[in-house]
């Protein structure tokens, strides 16, 4: 009977409950029914979420596999730990705010978005990390061959959105409406981190028109959390 049990756990794809019972079948473990049925239960929710945290990484195509536990809070660097932990509760999704981490090359930008990407997809948030030059070709493919809108859609509902190495370089017209229209569609209801070597001053210049600028940087540095890393090349040190 408990074969057979465990063979229609299968059938079912209740995989976290036919583990849980057979690791009860295992230990003999005494257990009243509702304590055997919260354990059963639990053990599959656990499963799945496991399954869901693992989906969300995948397809989020981070630049780098990286944890908030791994950052160095060196002195020089001006990442301020507090600040970082509190980004680590993911409360900034939730309210659909930005935060911006700008700084020089190589002092690790792009390495602590990814572990805040990370950090999402481990609290249950869909994200998606891109380079934003490449997200623009393929928007721009999308208008050729009809998938463009079906794009602009899948990123509305992202829940977190890293946009990494903007400012490489200037925007032109379509470019700029492009970004526009992702900006406008996630204003206040969707998180996004863009990484730049550029500081936020400068980014009227890549935008590289006034009234654009001025709609997209209103609603993207309005109660941002800024992030602005400094000191050497972690690259560099890691040469020495």
């Known amino acids: 009977m408990n074969q057979q049990t465990i063979e229609k756990l299968s059938q079912m794809r ?15 473990q005494e257990l009243t029914l509702d304590q055997g049925l919260a354990m059963l239960a639990e053990s599959e929710w656990e499963y799945r979420q496991n399954r869901k945290t693992k989906r969300y990484i995948k397809s989020a195509s981070f630049r780098y596999s990286a944890a908030i536990e791994e950052l160095e809070y060196s002195p020089g660097r001006n990442l301020n730990k ?13 309210k659909g705010e930005s935060v911006l981490i700008t700084g020089p090359t190589g002092t690790g ?3 602590l978005a990814s ?7 481990f609290k249950g948030y869909q994200t998606l990390y891109s380079n934003l030059q490449k997200l623009f070709i393929r928007l721009h493919m999308g208008k ?3 998938t463009y809108h079906k794009q602009l859609r899948a ?3 992202t829940d977190l959105l890293i946009l990494d190495d903007f400012g490489m370089q200037v925007l032109d017209y379509e470019m700029r409406m492009m970004l526009l229209g992702i900006i406008e569609d996630r204003h206040s209801r969707k998180a996004t981190i863009i990484v730049s070597q550029l500081p936020v001053k400068n980014w009227y210049d890549v935008i590289n028109e006034a009234t654009i600028a ?6 993207i540095v309005h109660n941002s959390n800024r992030i602005e890393l400094q000191g050497k090349s972690l690259r560099n040190r890691a040469k020495e």
């Open 155 to 157: 990123l509305e509902k």
């Open 82 to 94: 507090n600040q970082v932990l509190r980004l680590a509760q993911c409360d900034y999704i939730e």
């Open 214 to 219: 001025d709609a997209i940087l209103d609603r």
């Open 109 to 111: 930008k792009s390495f």
């Open 144 to 146: 050729a061959d009809h």
């Open 115 to 121: 572990a805040l990407g990370y950090q999402g997809c």
């Open 14 to 28: 209740l995989h976290g409950m036919q583990e849980a019972f057979e690791t009860l079948l295992e230990t003999k």
